[in-house]
C-alpha cells in the first residue's frame, strides 16, 4: 500500500508520470506526453501544456511505434482515436525543431559560444559551459581536445550530439557548425532534456554514430542512459 501511495504522490505532483506502454513510473523528462483533439487525433505535446488527460509514453521509439499500432491511446483514454503510424518520425520532427528553435534563441540571447577556440577559452571565464554541443558528423579529434580541456579546468560538460553539421548551422543561421557550447540555465537544461530524447526516437539511420550525451570523464552507471 505504502509503494502505491508513493507512486501515486510522484505522479500527482508532476516529477513522475506511467507510461501507457509500459507501465513504468518514470521522470517526465523521459517521457512524452500526448493528448486527444477535438477531432480524436492523438497529437504530442512537447512542452506537456496543452489541455486535456495526458497520455505519457517513454521517449523511446520502440515505445512510441508500440503505442501508434497496438491501440494504447485508445485504451487510456477509453474510446476510439486516431494515430499516426508515422508517429514516432512525427514525435521526431517536432524534437528536431523544438531543439533549433532552442538553440537559435540561445544564438539570439548570446549565450551561446561557437568555434573551437572561443570555447575553450570559455571554459576559464566566470560562467563556463555546462553543455558541449557537437556536430554528430564532425571529426572527433576536436571534440576529445575540448573535453580534455573541460576537464582540466574541472568542469563536468555534458556531450549533446544527435543533430549534425547541417542541422546546427541551419538552427543557428551559421555555415558549417561544428562546436557550440551553453552555460546552465533553464534553456540548457531545456536543451539537454530534448537532445536525450530526440537521440532515443529517431530512427537508426537517423541517429548520430557516437553517444547522444556524454561527461567528461568516466559516467557512472547510475547516471548513464539505457
Known amino acids: 500500500?505504502?509503494?502505491?501511495?508513493?507512486?501515486?504522490?510522484?505522479?500527482?505532483?508532476?516529477?513522475?508520470?506511467?507510461?501507457?506502454?509500459?507501465g513504468d513510473v518514470r521522470p517526465d523528462s523521459e517521457l512524452i506526453r500526448f493528448v486527444a483533439a477535438p477531432n480524436d487525433e492523438v497529437v504530442p505535446d512537447?512542452?506537456?501544456k496543452l489541455?486535456?488527460?495526458g497520455m505519457w509514453v517513454s521517449a523511446d521509439r520502440a515505445c512510441l511505434e508500440r503505442a501508434a499500432t497496438r491501440n494504447y491511446f485508445a485504451r487510456a483514454a477509453k474510446r476510439a482515436l486516431t494515430v499516426s503510424p508515422q508517429l514516432a518520425d512525427h514525435v521526431a520532427g517536432l524534437l528536431r525543431r523544438r531543439l533549433a528553435d532552442d538553440l537559435g534563441l540561445?544564438?539570439?540571447a548570446g549565450s551561446l559560444t561557437l568555434g573551437f577556440d572561443k570555447i575553450a577559452r570559455s571554459?576559464?571565464?566566470?560562467?563556463?559551459?555546462v553543455l558541449l554541443i557537437e556536430a554528430s558528423d564532425g571529426a572527433e579529434d576536436g571534440q576529445r581536445k575540448l573535453m580534455a580541456l573541460a576537464r582540466a579546468h574541472g568542469l563536468n560538460l555534458k556531450l549533446l550530439d544527435c543533430l549534425n553539421s547541417q542541422e546546427l548551422s541551419l538552427a543557428l543561421g551559421r555555415e558549417n557548425v561544428v562546436h557550440a557550447a551553453l552555460p546552465s540555465g533553464q534553456l540548457a537544461d531545456r536543451i539537454a532534456i530534448n537532445a536525450r530524447r530526440l537521440a532515443a526516437v529517431r530512427a537508426p539511420g537517423q541517429a548520430p554514430n557516437r553517444p547522444m550525451e556524454r561527461k567528461a570523464g568516466p559516467m557512472p552507471a547510475s547516471e548513464r542512459y539505457e
Open 51 to 53: 489541455p486535456g488527460r
Open 123 to 129: 571554459f576559464a571565464g566566470r560562467h563556463p559551459p
Open 106 to 108: 540561445a544564438r539570439k
Open 1 to 22: 500500500m505504502r509503494h502505491a501511495q508513493q507512486h501515486r504522490q510522484e505522479t500527482e505532483d508532476g516529477h513522475a508520470r506511467r507510461c501507457i506502454v509500459t
Open 46 to 48: 512537447l512542452a506537456a
